[in-house]
């Protein structure tokens, strides 16, 4: 004749087996809760608003996380990606480093992490930044208008007094008391002697012909 099992039987088998299972886990060093890595914080935080997009973005896990598999991509506003180099995995965060020319905008932020115990996850968040900033490259030079080309001053030209003429010396030509000039003069002079020359050379032929 076979038994049945009492309604009390039951409900102790019931009972005891999910504090079986927690015994066994915890005999075994591992509690249900630490079986996944969760996430807790985001700096920047999803939704915030920054004056400017920050150098680095960390995010912040309940258990350390390992190199292989983590990667951290951030996008600007213009569609660019602004993460440079590997993440930074510390204790329990991950740091991803941000250079170039950031807009401001929305930035958008992916993510996957792979926690030490093997377990993959993967998240995304979004920040804005009011304004625009640099990190880790040289500002633009500024532009400066050249200078516009002297023109050159008019020469100014100047007057100065010149010496007069002196006045010529006209006094061979002024007049004697007598009405005639010295050119004169002397130009009477020489007829006369050169006439008086003559008449004597023709007295003296006379004189030989006789």
Do not use: C, K
């Not at 935080?45 to 292989?68: C, E, H, Y």
């Not at 929305?106 to 993510?111: A, D, H, L, M, N």
């Not at 009405?179 to 032929?205: C, E, F, H, N």
Request: proline share 8%; net charge negative.
């Amino acid at each position: 004749m076979s038994r049945t099992p009492s309604v009390a039987a039951r409900v102790a088998r019931r009972t005891l087996a999910p504090v079986l299972a927690v015994l066994v886990l915890t005999g075994l060093g591992v509690s249900p809760a630490s079986a996944h890595n969760v996430i807790r914080s985001t700096d920047p935080a999803d939704g915030s608003t920054v004056a400017t997009a920050p150098a680095q973005v960390t995010l912040t896990f309940d258990q350390a996380a390992v190199a292989i598999g983590t990667e951290i991509v951030v996008q600007a506003p213009d569609g660019r990606i602004v993460s440079t180099g590997e993440p930074v995995l510390a204790d329990s965060t991950v740091s991803q480093a941000i250079t170039g020319e950031l807009p401001a905008g929305t930035y958008t932020v992916q993510w996957r992490v792979t926690s030490a115990d093997g377990h993959p996850l993967s998240g995304e968040l979004a920040f804005t930044a009011t304004d625009a900033t640099a990190i880790g490259v040289e500002p633009a030079p500024v532009e400066t208008a050249e200078p516009a080309a002297e023109e050159p001053s008019p020469e100014v030209t100047t007057f100065t007094e010149t010496e007069e003429p002196a006045a010529a010396d006209t006094s061979a030509a002024e007049p004697d008391d007598d009405g005639l000039s010295t050119a004169q003069v002397v130009g009477i002079g020489a007829l006369v002697m050169a006439v008086g020359a003559g008449a004597l050379v023709a007295l003296r032929l006379r004189q030989r012909r006789r």
